[in-house]
């Protein structure tokens, strides 16, 4: 099993920068690739960004040149470092963990364990 918990949320104003944090414990030796999802109210979970366990970054348009994803996996650790914060980027933020290889990582239908997410909110 794995457990992976999100810390570094919170309230922002537009154009602002938030650092979220995921922590994973548990079996986490072999994933392949760990993600930040978000959830907006009435919306769909969206991928943002991920991580491949090879160092293959994937963004998602919406968050390009804004947004930067990391790793520490010697300490199991996933950073999503949020510049240039704007409204819409608002929502519930999700660490996801995928163990097997992919074709979409963005996809949330492909991981397989979740964080219970963490609450960004970014006034305009």
């Known amino acids: 099993q794995v457990q992976l918990v999100e810390s570094g949320g919170g309230l922002e104003q537009a154009g602002g920068s938030l650092r979220l944090t995921c922590a994973a414990s548990?079996?986490?030796?072999?994933?392949?690739?760990m993600a930040w999802f978000r959830q907006a109210e009435a919306k769909e979970r969206e991928g943002v960004a991920s991580i491949e366990s090879d160092g293959t970054i994937t963004y998602a348009d919406s968050v390009k040149g804004r947004f930067t994803i990391s790793a520490d996996n010697a300490k199991n650790i996933m950073f999503l470092q949020m510049n240039a914060l704007r409204p819409e980027d608002t929502g519930m933020y999700y660490c996801?963990?995928?163990?097997?290889?992919?074709?979409?990582?963005?996809?949330?239908?492909?991981?397989?364990?979740w964080g219970t997410g963490i609450l960004v909110t970014v006034l305009s």
């Open positions: 996801g963990l995928a163990v097997s290889p992919l074709v979409d990582p963005l996809k949330a239908d492909y991981m397989d364990y």
């Open positions: 548990g079996a986490t030796d072999n994933h392949y690739c």
